[in-house]
């Protein structure tokens, strides 16, 4: 069974630093391509992050770009979101996907979420 | 960027109704697009990938299909289950812009 779990979202103060974590199990991590979404409260999901399977390719939204950096480590089987210099509108549940390998893009495998709250 | 945009943004509808959902590009993205449920405090759930292909363990009552800008997604019979929101999502382009959304509720 496929499994995502998030972690690390907490209280940050504007200007902080976080690393969100997430581990993988029941699936070829190595092989898989993954992203973070991100879902403001009460708002729709954001796309914020890509990682090819090996690491080489990243992609960022232009809403994090300079600020998060993506990455993994294949032999933790683990995928991780560094974000730097947090803002108010970071605020939001943080989900690790992992896409479906197929020709379409398409995100079919998600974690439960890590809630990011960035406030003074 | 591409721009996602759902119509209706809520929709009220009863037990056995068929619905359908409308999400417009501003582009063509060919056949790229996503569609997801999302219930109250979980994580989305993929239903449709290209445009028209189910996702397994997805009941058959949903359905997609379009092309270019233009898409629908289709509950023939609304079951208790199905109220929740609807995203669609393009992935033609990164980033992969999500719609804002179609909450479907009990009318």
């Known amino acids: 069974e496929v499994q995502l779990v998030e972690s690390g979202g907490t209280l940050v103060h504007p200007g902080g630093s976080l690393r969100l974590s997430c581990a993988a199990s029941?699936?070829?991590?190595?092989?898989?391509?993954m992203s973070w979404v991100r879902q403001a409260p009460g708002k729709g999901l954001e796309w914020i992050s890509y990682?090819?399977?090996?690491?080489?390719?990243?992609s960022y939204a232009d809403s994090v770009k300079g600020r998060f950096t993506i990455y993994r480590d294949n032999t933790k089987k683990s995928l991780y979101l560094q974000m730097n210099s947090l803002r108010a509108e970071d605020t939001a549940v943080y989900f690790c996907?992992?896409?479906?390998?197929?020709?379409?893009?398409?995100?079919?495998?998600w974690g439960q979420g890590t809630l990011v709250t960035v406030s003074s | 960027d591409i721009q996602m945009t759902q119509s209706p943004a809520s929709l009220s509808a009863s037990v056995g109704d068929r619905i359908t959902l409308t999400c417009r590009a501003s582009?063509?993205?060919?056949?790229?697009l996503n569609w997801y449920q999302q219930k109250p405090g979980k994580a989305p759930n993929l239903l449709i990938y290209?445009?028209?292909n189910l996702q397994s363990g997805v009941p058959s009552r949903f359905s997609g299909s379009g092309s270019g800008t233009d898409f629908t997604l289709t509950i023939s019979s609304l079951q208790p289950e199905d109220f929740a929101t609807y995203y669609c999502?393009?992935?033609?382009?990164?980033?992969?812009?999500f719609g804002q959304g179609t909450k479907v509720e009990v009318k």
């Open positions: 996907v992992r896409e479906s390998g197929g020709d379409y893009g398409d995100f079919a495998w």
């Open positions: 029941g699936f070829d991590f190595s092989s898989s391509e």
């Open positions: 990682v090819s399977s090996r690491g080489p390719t990243k």
């Open positions: 582009q063509t993205i060919s056949n790229y």
């Open positions: 290209g445009t028209s």
């Open positions: 999502q393009q992935s033609y382009r990164t980033p992969r812009t």
